[in-house]
């Protein structure tokens, strides 16, 4: 059997939904479930309104180009996409295309897949309006505008993905990206973020920088989860495969398909539409404005360390395992908590570990975001030293930790308050170990070093008189002392 290789390429849309009105009009950009509540003339293709360009739309824009690698224009030009469907209630859209460069183009984006390192290549970035949502009903469809006109960045790479892991990993890279970047919240459920995805295949023996030996493109329109790219690009391989197996592929036109998710598989839709078919041209109400390098600068000036630098960092430098920096930089949020717990010189690796451990798990439990969370970096170093310090056991941290959480109190005040401060002094600790032995003579007398059961019962007792608050080491250590004494 021939040897096939995929060549995958990704057209990424997410929403920016961080600007507080839309690309082009005054409208809300929010996320609303009350149908055509976030709208203006504009966005539904009034006559006689006028664009007016979101410049911090734009700066996102850039900002996400500069990330990418790509080359910015001196000179920003929006373009008119023309045609006719009913969720366009202008007939064209408003968007970037050839005039002369989009927000960014050629650049390249490295990113983790399996544990490995991949670099691929990114054709442009662009700034353009979001269509409004059809609902298809029973026998009728209805319109919702409160999505018209929000400002949407389409990422276009090149087909240099080969397998539906990698596409994915990239997918959740540039979710992280926009994430980080404070551009959108990129939740698909939401319909932040939608993909089209374009498959091809070619013989594997075949150069793949050579155009010429790649196979029919075939584009598969809004898949609306990262879990639907990775299933559609699956199931259209092994579809293109079989009809290369069976001599058909030669006979399949470039076509568009979209991924139907109740039967699994792609369905065709039409023969693909070519550019020239859009009858773009420039739009001659949005004046073209001029991209400073000093307004690029700026921009460049305030992008923060991303996830995928931060990992690194986490791991050659904090001497983190993989596992434990990948948890850390998943979130932004909590990522800056450990940042500023590494600012004030928190025991790193118990910083992580408390974090990834019990943090994480109260934060999922109360469905809370850390931003909510009472305790700060600075409540968390407390508790991390009061455990160095011995002044409390690691089991009585965790007890601590809840404590804080409950009474909306410090470590230290909690500590106080409930008087669990450990007992280190080892004089204090063997007034309690004489008399634990003296009202356990008996058992004392049976004290074997080969069977440590009976050392374990002395400790218990010993904590038990403590009410808990004798240092465990310092017990243990002076305890079998005394009954190595006393059978000696």
Known sequence: MSKYKALIGLEMHCEISETNT?????????????????????????????????????KMALMTSIVLNCSQPKYMYFERKNYYYPDMPKNYQITQETKPIPVGIYGKVTFECNGEDKTIRINNIHLEEDAASLDHLFDT??????????????????????????AVAFLEHMRSVYRYLDISEADSKKGQVRCDVNVSIMDEDLDENDPNNWGTKIEIKNVNSFGGVKDAINYEIKRQ??????????????????????????????????????????????????????????????????AYDRKKKYIEEYNLSSYDAGILVKEKAISDYFEECV???????????????????YLNANEMSIKD???????????IELIDSKAIS???????????????????????????????DEAAIMEIIKEVIDENMDQAKTYNPQYPKILDYFIGQVMKKSRGKANPAVANKLMKEELEKLVS
């Not at 009009?25 to 979101?54: E, Q």
């Not at 600012?343 to 798990?361: E, H, P």
Request: hydrophobic content about 35%; glycine content about 4%.
């Open 343 to 361: 600012k004030i010189k928190t025991d790193i690796k118990q910083a992580a570990n408390w974090i990834n451990g019990m943090i994480l798990s």
């Open 141 to 166: 469809s209805v319109i919702n505008y409160n999505r018209a006109g929000v400002p949407l960045l389409e990422l276009v790479t090149e087909p240099d993905f080969h397998s539906a892991e990698e």
């Open 394 to 424: 690691s089991k009585q941290g965790k007890d601590v930790f809840a404590k804080c959480l409950s009474d909306q109190k410090t470590p230290k005040q909690v500590v106080k308050d409930e008087g669990m401060m450990q007992i280190t």
């Open 373 to 383: 969370f009472f305790m700060t970096p600075e409540m968390l170093k407390e508790l």
């Open 241 to 306: 495969t079989k009809l290369k197996e069976t001599n058909k592929y030669d006979e399949m036109e470039q076509q568009t398909r979209r991924w139907d998710e109740e039967t699994g598989t792609t369905i065709y839709m039409r023969s693909k539409v070519n550019a020239i078919d859009y009858k773009y041209f420039v739009d001659p109400n949005i004046p073209k404005f001029k991209i400073t390098d000093e307004w690029l600068e700026e921009i460049r000036k305030s992008i923060p360390m991303l």
């Open 22 to 58: 839309k690309a082009f009009s005054s409208a809300a950009n929010a996320y609303s479930s009350l149908p055509n509540s976030n709208i203006r003339p504009l966005d539904m293709g009034f006559p006689g309104t006028l664009p007016v360009v979101n410049k911090e739309a734009v």
